[in-house]
């Protein structure tokens, strides 16, 4: 590599570090209480865990040693194969949690697990406590590795949706761990793993969950003037016609979050109770006002 190439990827390095202060924060976080579930709720009860971290535990339980050496290891050979297929900022903020991972799987290790006697209990907490980390990584637009790794890369690479091929990744290390830990241990494995999944997509969708609203309103010019100066939002302004008057009117469509709808409905019961307004949930809303391109 010369000089050249070599000061081009520096500079992009630092322009990200300096722009990406908060993902970093964020990455952090959610690494760090990940860990804490991993090293003193899953490995003390000998739960097994899924993809990559399901096999650098498996490795701990056999062989005494560890997971972070695996963990480190098998994410780096996973990233050198799929690299080109992933986006730089994925990558860089991918190094970052994966390195941060091992860092404290290691320094971490003899942190003492709270003497629990309900699996099922010690599932749920699990379950909840690295689904809260992961959700927080990956909405900063990076993963912790193993899986996420592949199933990026290879849609990227192929175009096709190969989702699922990490749900039968995940079942295979479940599958190998089974033997060595037994049946129940697999099962409240499941289920640590299956709400982590749901504790996931709460914490995507409780940063993402917006209303798609609409307003039709002869007074769509106040309405209007509510939602850009009253609520701090944009408005869209569609054409529609009533379909049994024939009449054009306006319709204000707009995005809120729950409690901006609520102040909607009240300012809409005191100027116009003739108003018809439909509220959907919008499951992400990506552009200015709300989650940046950049973060995908």
């Known amino acids: 590599m010369d000089k050249s190439n070599f000061k081009r990827i520096f500079m992009h390095i630092y322009h990200l570090l300096k722009q990406e202060k908060d993902s970093f924060l964020t ?9 804490i579930a991993t090293l003193t709720l899953i490995m003390p009860y000998k739960f097994p865990d899924s993809g990559l971290t399901g096999l650098a535990v498996l490795s701990s339980y056999v062989f005494n040693i560890s997971p972070s050496w695996l963990f480190a290891i098998g994410n780096a050979a996973l990233l050198v194969w799929g690299w080109k297929e992933l986006s ?33 209990l010690i599932a749920v907490f699990a379950g909840v406590i690295k689904g809260i980390g992961g959700g927080l990584v990956f909405r900063s637009g990076a993963s912790l590795g193993g899986t996420d790794i592949v199933v990026v890369a290879l849609r990227n690479r192929y175009g096709v949706e190969v989702g699922k091929y990490g749900f039968y990744i995940n079942l295979a290390v479940l599958l190998i761990s089974a033997p060595v830990i037994g049946i129940e241990r697999t099962v409240y494995g499941l289920v640590a793993i299956y709400i982590s999944g749901i504790a996931v ?40 016609e009533g379909g049994f008057t024939g009449h054009e009117q306006k319709v204000v469509m707009c995005l809120l979050t729950p409690r901006q709808t609520m102040e909607l409905k009240r300012y809409l019961a005191m100027v116009d109770k003739n108003a018809f307004m439909v509220i959907t949930e919008a499951s992400e809303v990506v552009g200015k006002g709300f989650k940046s391109w950049k973060e995908l």
Not at 27 to 35: K, N
Not at 217 to 226: E, G, M, P, R, T
């Open 27 to 35: 990455i952090t976080f959610g690494t760090t209480i990940s860990v």
């Open 88 to 120: 730089p900022r994925f990558v860089i903020l991918t190094i970052y949690g994966v390195g941060l991972f091992s860092l404290l799987l290691k320094l971490l290790e003899f942190m003492p697990a709270p003497s629990l006697d309900d699996l099922f």
């Open 201 to 240: 997509d709460g914490v995507l969708r409780s940063f993402d969950r917006r209303r798609q609203v609409f307003v039709i309103s002869k007074k769509y010019d106040q309405v209007k003037d509510f939602v850009i100066n009253g609520l701090g939002r944009g408005v869209t302004l569609l054409k529609g």
